[in-house]
């Protein structure tokens, strides 16, 4: 079964920076397009940055462009979000998510709190 696990998540001070990863499992990861969204307390889930399941093209929410950087291993079957530039409006539960055979998975998240 396709598994989706999230790490990375903290407590960081603006201007800090975290690096989130996603490891994937139960599927051929190299074969799929990956996403992380994002959700804030009393804010709908929102798209952050996704890449190509060869990693060779990347997209990103217009508030974190210059900030943010997804990246992949296809050979850790992992996904990384490397966010620098931290702001307390990026505060949220950051989700991995992928899309096979029409069926949505996401991971359980991992918390990102920016605050002094």
């Known amino acids: 079964q396709v598994q989706l696990v999230e790490s990375g998540g903290g407590l960081v001070q603006p201007g800090g920076s975290l690096r989130l990863s996603c490891a994937a499992s139960?599927?051929?990861?190299?074969?799929?397009?990956m996403s992380w969204y994002r959700q804030a307390p009393g804010k709908e889930r929102e798209l952050v940055a996704g890449?190509?399941?060869?990693?060779?093209?990347?997209n990103y929410a217009d508030s974190v462009k210059g900030r943010f950087t997804i990246s992949r291993d296809n050979a850790k079957n992992t996904v990384y979000l490397q966010m620098n530039s931290l702001q307390p409006e990026d505060t949220a539960v950051y989700y991995c998510?992928?899309?096979?055979?029409?069926?949505?998975?996401w991971g359980q998240g991992t918390q990102v709190t920016v605050s002094s």
């Open positions: 998510h992928t899309v096979r055979r029409g069926a949505s998975y």
């Open positions: 139960g599927f051929l990861f190299s074969s799929y397009a």
């Open positions: 890449i190509t399941s060869a990693g060779g093209s990347t």
